[in-house]
């Protein structure tokens, strides 16, 4: 799943204004805002074309590692049942 630009903008303001939220001048702490959310959207345009960023939430199938071995993990879940349950919409572009 690749991230809207609406949450990249939105991830990049709660990441700029928790960077900025010591700094008392307002007019400098504006502008460090918006410096700071330009290149936290930048980096994040760069790694999400690389690399397949997960929102933590996403990833139940981590618990899998909890309740069974890794044997059983590799003997009962195929790959494809994996990537079903962390990407959901992955698996519905390959189905279709």
């Given at each position: 799943?690749?991230?809207?630009?609406?949450?990249?903008?939105?991830?990049?303001?709660?990441?700029?204004?928790?960077?900025?939220?010591?700094?008392?001048d307002?007019?400098?702490?504006?502008?460090?805002?918006?410096?700071?959310?330009?290149?936290?959207?930048?980096?994040?345009?760069?790694?999400?074309?690389?690399?397949?960023?997960?929102?933590?939430?996403?990833?139940?199938?981590?618990?899998?590692?909890k309740?069974?071995s890794e044997?059983?993990?590799?003997?009962?879940?195929?790959?494809?049942?994996?990537?079903?349950a962390?990407?959901?919409?992955?698996?519905k572009?390959?189905?279709?």
């Open positions: 799943m690749n991230l809207t630009d609406q949450q990249i903008t939105d991830i990049a303001r709660e990441y700029a204004e928790e960077m900025c939220a010591h700094m008392e307002d007019f400098i702490k504006d502008e460090a805002i918006r410096d700071n959310e330009l290149t936290f959207q930048m980096a994040v345009n760069h790694l999400s074309q690389r690399y397949c960023l997960v929102e933590k939430s996403k990833l139940k199938a981590i618990r899998f590692r309740v069974y044997e059983d993990i590799r003997s009962k879940f195929t790959e494809e049942c994996l990537i079903d962390l990407f959901p919409e992955i698996a572009e390959v189905e279709g």
